[in-house]
């Protein structure tokens, strides 16, 4: 009979992996011509770094913040929302949507070793699509 392990090791971003992944989505946003935030949260959604580009919306500060927290919280990109969501019309009903933080359009992609995740990635400011590609690009840095 095997015995179950009395511990369980959990990994989380490192604060030089979040500055990497923040600092590769901006560079990506800047190659495009835009302007955006771009927020690390390790794997229960505290900020690990935040960085924002001076003409980005103070407004989309927060809503990078909140797409890297959905991400990390529901690990899932949060362009899979409205998918995920689709087969349960009582969950809108009742409005899930309200939930404090929770953003349900693209930008927001969980950071996995492994299977595992350590974190995510939240970026707003240009169109989701755009901040879908520096999100992208955020995790592009991150070593294999």
Known sequence: MESTPSHVIQRNISR???LRLAT???DEAERLGIHVNAAVVDRHGTLM???RMPEASLFSSQTAM???YSAASAR???SQWT???APY???IQHNILQRPRLVV???GIPVEVDGEVIGAIGVSGGSVEEDEQCAEAGLAALPA
Do not use: N, S, Y
Request: hydrophobic content about 60%; aromatic content about 8%; glycine content about 8%.
């Open 16 to 18: 030089h992996a979040a």
């Open 83 to 85: 998918e995920a969501l």
């Open 76 to 78: 899932m990109p949060t």
């Open 105 to 107: 359009f693209g930008g």
């Open 49 to 51: 770094a935040f960085l």
């Open 24 to 26: 590769a989505a901006l």
């Open 89 to 91: 019309p009582p969950l």
């Open 66 to 68: 909140d797409k890297a």
